[in-house]
């Protein structure tokens, strides 16, 4: 167990849909972010909060939305959903600006879209 | 744009082989990290290498980073099918950011 927590660990949806990935940073850490992982794009950094602040984006469509709440747990939302969106999300979480401990990575998320 | 790559993509390996496997990055960056992937699992942290020359090793693999050329070696020395993973380097774009761009990958597979 890496400290970060992701629910769910499985997620099947229709296209069209809208769905909420839900990350629990590990404890102290102030910064999360999200990557999306798929066959043809590889690992894509998407979007980065600190401390509840939009810090820094990715390559994040429009029809995605995220944000991180006062408790430091944060949640992807995927709109619209299309086939294309079907990957492995895994959320990240670092001490604030130390970054000489490098980022721990949750289970991840694997979205499917049918 | 900063673009990191790796080769190669795809490594097979008899036990007790040594090989290197390399990550080139584009731009100047102060920090490489390399993590290790099993199939459908997180990402496991294997090191962080800060500075020019930094040299870093845990059991059978040894990572060292070239900032001047801009070019990360993950060495495995007597390999184990244990290491059997998909390895991936990442850099930071700039020195005022803490987002990751991945390199490609490296499948390695060892065998008997």
């Known amino acids: 167990d890496s400290g970060v927590t992701q629910t769910p660990k499985h997620l099947i949806t229709a296209t069209g849909q809208r769905v909420t990935l839900r990350c629990s940073p590990r404890s102290g850490d102030l910064s999360v972010y999200w990557y999306q992982q798929s066959l043809d794009q590889g690992l894509q950094f998407l979007i980065h909060y600190y401390n509840g602040e939009e810090r820094a984006k990715g390559n994040i469509l429009e029809r995605f939305s995220a944000q991180q709440f006062p408790d430091l747990h944060s949640e992807l939302n995927l709109s619209s959903l299309e086939l294309g969106d079907s990957a492995l999300y895994f959320c990240?979480?670092?001490?604030?600006?130390?970054?000489?401990?490098?980022?721990?990575f949750g289970s991840g998320t694997r979205l499917t879209v049918v | 744009e900063l673009k990191v790559e790796q080769n190669p993509l795809f490594l097979s390996m008899q036990e007790g082989k040594n090989y290197t496997i390399y990550c080139n990055y584009s731009?100047?960056?102060?920090?490489l990290y390399w993590y290790r992937q099993d199939p459908g699992k997180s990402l496991e942290s294997l090191f962080v290498?800060?500075?020019?020359?930094a040299v870093k090793q845990e059991g059978r693999l040894m990572a060292s980073l070239d900032t001047k050329a801009r070019l990360s070696t993950l060495h495995i020395t007597a390999a184990v099918h244990d290491l059997s993973a998909t390895y991936f380097c990442a850099v930071p774009p700039s020195y005022n950011t803490d987002k990751l761009i991945f390199g490609t990958g490296t499948r390695l597979q060892v065998f008997p």
């Open positions: 290498l800060l500075s020019n020359g």
């Open positions: 990240a979480s670092s001490v604030g600006n130390r970054r000489h401990y490098g980022y721990t």
């Open positions: 731009t100047t960056s102060d920090r």
